[in-house]
């Protein structure tokens, strides 16, 4: 099981995509004895991966300590960066603590696209730059592409840049409206462009050495079953099931796009949210309405429950943007 907190809102981009409306930090997040206890309650209820992320986690002066008391706990500490304020002593400090990876942000292989995207002019170069200093100081990383209608066919090359740049993974996160990408609603992929770049990005993972898995497109599941290629993962969405997210004041939610506050670790336990809410409760259920009930593979793809929760206003309505119907792949 796997834990993703939003340390802070603070963020030195202003992404268009967004989930969290970074920029400013929150008033009222969780301070450092906050954290440390709310590290103790993660490892007591059984799970094994805690992701750091924002905003910019390397915007709090304590994450350092954060990783390192996360590490001593038994759980496996890696954080969600931006990439551009890891500096070759940055690396090497969160080596120290007991950070085993990091996941950084490319979007385009064109500079200018991705500084657009992340609404800064030096985001590019230094992005690259920490993935360098990563590599430098041997922190593992790999490579966070978020998938737009502009950039899709530029998957394929971001993975050989991965390569390039020594890069263990390349995740592709197919977004879900939610924080400032519903403004950027338009320009996400639908049901027919979904399938086909799953399609590639399965097909491109027999060429290459390093780790790819969509994100938020659990359909991929399904789809590798299908062409016969045999993946390490059990199940596309893991929203409620076996991952949630906290905020930067605490509040938990299913995952970072199901917008859903489910009690706050301030007033209640996160392992009693995470053993007693019923909304976590009902996903665990997987009695999934419409195509996705019905599905065959609902138990190792599950549908993105945040999408279906956007579009329908029922986050255990069906995907939206699956092809896959009746045991066929219609076209549309």
């Not at 001593?72 to 690396?91: C, D, F, M, Q, Y």
């Not at 996705?292 to 549908?303: A, D, Q, S």
Request: glycine fraction near 10%.
């Amino acid at each position: 099981m796997l834990v993703s907190w939003n340390t802070t809102n603070a963020c030195n981009l202003y992404c268009k995509h967004c989930y969290r409306d970074s920029g400013i930090k929150a008033e009222e997040e969780l301070n450092t004895a906050e954290g440390l206890k709310l590290i103790d309650e993660i490892a007591a209820a059984g799970f094994k991966i805690m992701i750091f992320s924002g905003g910019e986690p390397l915007m709090r002066e304590d994450i350092y300590q954060l990783i390192k008391h996360a590490s001593a706990k038994g759980l496996r500490p890696v954080l969600g960066s931006n990439g551009t304020l890891i500096t070759p002593e940055v690396a090497r400090k969160l080596k120290e603590a007991g950070a085993l990876a990091v996941g950084i942000s490319l979007d385009s292989i064109d500079p200018l696209r991705h500084n657009d995207f992340r609404s800064s002019s030096a985001a590019w170069q230094g992005t690259v730059d920490g993935m360098r200093a990563c590599r430098e100081a041997g922190l593992p990383f790999q490579v966070h592409t978020t998938v737009m209608d502009w950039n899709s066919g530029e998957i394929e090359d971001l993975t050989d840049l991965s390569v390039k740049l020594g890069a263990r993974g390349h995740h592709i996160f197919f977004m879900v409206p939610t924080g400032r990408a519903v403004n950027i609603e338009e320009e996400t992929l639908r049901a027919k462009e979904y399938e086909e770049l799953l399609e590639r990005i399965i097909k491109k993972q027999s060429q290459v050495d390093i780790e790819l898995k969509p994100t938020c497109a659990p359909q991929f599941m399904r789809i590798a079953r299908q062409l016969g290629v045999d993946m390490r993962f059990s199940r596309g969405c893991l929203a409620g099931t076996a991952y949630c997210i906290i905020s930067p004041k605490g509040d938990v939610q299913p995952c970072a796009y199901l917008d859903i506050p489910l009690g706050n670790v301030r007033q209640v336990p996160f392992g009693q949210i995470w053993r007693e809410n019923e909304v976590l409760k009902r996903l665990r259920t997987m009695d999934y309405d419409g195509g996705c009930g019905k599905c065959e593979f609902k138990k190792i793809c599950g549908g993105c429950r945040a999408r279906a929760y956007f579009y329908h206003g029922d986050y255990m309505a069906e995907e939206p943007w699956c092809l896959y119907r009746e045991g066929k792949v219609n076209q549309l």
